[in-house]
């Protein structure tokens, strides 16, 4: 993706402990490469998961930021997980939304039920009372009755659920080719415009055997 101009916008990502940090990842680096600030959360249990996924030398977390995140065009924040007095937990501070990619059913019970126990829960529970945007990406299976309420609940007041859930229809030859096609799902609910997969109406059908007549 190319990058051409700094806005002014941000938007806070959260990670959490959820196997699929990749995806939270990737995320901050398109919008970071898109020029947005970004304000970066991720849970203890999420900088586990960039340890045994990644590799990450979650030791030294600033600086291991800094090594993954500094070089984009944008600019990016980073909030200790307890830090309750941070600006992203006031509605009075405004950002364009917030997404937790991935999503743990952890950190997914605590937003539905309205906790604020840590700076994540406030941060999202400060998106529904403000009625901006808070997508939720969960990364759990299997799902059990509690799990799927806690969907419905955050549905139900104003929250956007994108299971982290592959397609295949346009071939995907790598990982980075899967994570791309989520990321770029999660973009266009953000809306932002962006070529990180190909659409479905972008494919070239002949050409990949597809058949329009064909039926279900």
């Known amino acids: 993706m190319s990058q ?20 939270g990842v990737r995320l901050c680096e398109v919008l970071l490469e898109l020029g947005f600030h970004v304000k970066i959360l991720i849970t203890e249990a999420g900088w586990r998961v ?13 600086e291991t930021l800094k090594k993954y995140f500094s070089l984009f065009p944008g600019e990016y924040s980073y909030f200790p997980i307890q830090d309750i ?23 997914l019970a605590g937003i539905s039920h309205g906790m604020s126990d840590n700076l994540m829960e406030r941060a999202a ?27 419905l609940r955050l549905s139900k007041v ?9 397609a295949f229809y346009y071939k995907p030859k790598t990982i980075e080719d899967i994570v791309s096609f989520l990321v770029g799902k999660v973009l266009d609910m953000m809306g932002i415009k962006h070529n990180m997969f190909t659409r479905w109406g972008d494919l070239d059908e002949s050409k990949n055997g597809f058949d329009s007549n064909r039926g279900n």
Not at 129 to 147: D, S
């Open 4 to 23: 051409s101009f700094k806005t002014d916008k941000e938007w806070i990502v959260g990670i959490t402990g959820a196997s699929g940090a990749i995806y």
């Open 50 to 62: 960039l340890k045994e996924e990644l590799n990450w030398n979650v030791s030294q977390r600033q």
């Open 85 to 107: 007095g941070a600006s992203i937990a006031s509605g009075s501070y405004q950002t364009e939304g917030m997404v937790i990619m991935p999503c743990s059913m952890g950190t």
């Open 125 to 151: 529970d400060v998106m529904l009372k403000e009625g901006r945007k808070l997508i939720v990406v969960p990364r759990e299976t299997p799902l059990h009755m509690i799990h799927l309420e806690n969907m």
């Open 158 to 166: 104003g929250a956007t659920i994108i299971p982290a859930m592959p």
